[in-house]
């Protein structure tokens, strides 16, 4: 079956460090994907999203890098903070608007 | 003002017992999900409906009925619980405008069967 992601691994970043995130999509037809980040007892919040035309997308303190020859996602977050702390998810879109999410990586950032 | 509002945010109940669970948007959105998420955090979609249509119906045993009264509501009901049950139950809503397709998730709740 088709999948997206890893299964929760923990990313242990120091303040103000940056973090990347991988993601890994099976399905090549997606044309689109999104990062959620999700903090502890709340629902998934949107990050940022990416077309499958596009490459590279940045917003503040983070950039989305998607290769789709190797069917890879990545998300890059700038100077991380305490409050990136979370669990980060990539998903990708498929007919329907459908979101199928990855397993999610867990960030603990050391002050 | 909460966007997607779930209740309730935690349920305790014994095996055997029925349940439902709410979940109400105000953003205007035509789609609303259900997606379960397990204790290793995997969130998988269970149901999806547009204007009150099923349109998603991912294998899920038949004890799971979930129903729209209108477009802004989509609830959520169980019988006979079991104890695989018990996980983090998500009410999200979309609305696809052509440029963005993520949805606008609920708060969850914590359904735990004893």
């Known amino acids: 079956g088709e999948s997206v992601g890893l299964h929760l691994p923990t990313l242990s970043v120091q303040e103000g460090d940056n973090s990347i995130i991988n993601c890994a999509y099976s399905?090549?037809?997606?044309?689109?994907f999104i990062w959620y980040k999700q903090e502890s007892g709340k629902g998934p919040q949107f990050i940022i999203d990416i077309r499958s035309n596009m490459d590279k997308r940045q917003g503040q303190r983070v950039t989305v890098l998607l290769n789709k020859t190797v069917k890879h996602l990545s998300l890059q977050i700038a100077a991380t903070q305490p409050g990136d702390s979370a669990v980060y998810f990539c998903?990708?879109?498929?007919?329907?608007?459908?979101?199928?999410f990855g397993g999610g990586t867990r960030v603990l950032v050391k002050p | 003002d909460t966007a997607v509002s779930q209740t309730p945010k935690y349920l305790v109940t014994q095996m055997g017992n029925d349940k439902s669970i709410k979940c109400e948007q105000n953003l205007g959105h035509d789609t609303m999900y259900w997606y379960k998420q397990d204790s290793k955090k995997f969130l998988k979609i269970m149901f999806s409906y547009n204007n009150k249509e099923l349109i998603i119906n991912e294998t899920v045993p038949n004890r799971f009925s979930p129903k729209s009264p209108d477009k802004a509501h989509l609830n959520l009901h169980i019988n006979s619980l079991e104890l695989g049950d018990s996980a983090v139950y998500f009410c999200?809503?979309?609305?696809?405008?052509?440029?963005?397709?993520?949805?606008?998730f609920g708060s969850g709740t914590r359904l735990t069967v004893v």
């Open positions: 399905n090549s037809a997606s044309d689109y």
């Open positions: 998903a990708e879109r498929a007919a329907g608007n459908k979101l199928t």
């Open positions: 999200a809503s979309s609305q696809d405008r052509g440029d963005y397709y993520g949805y606008t």
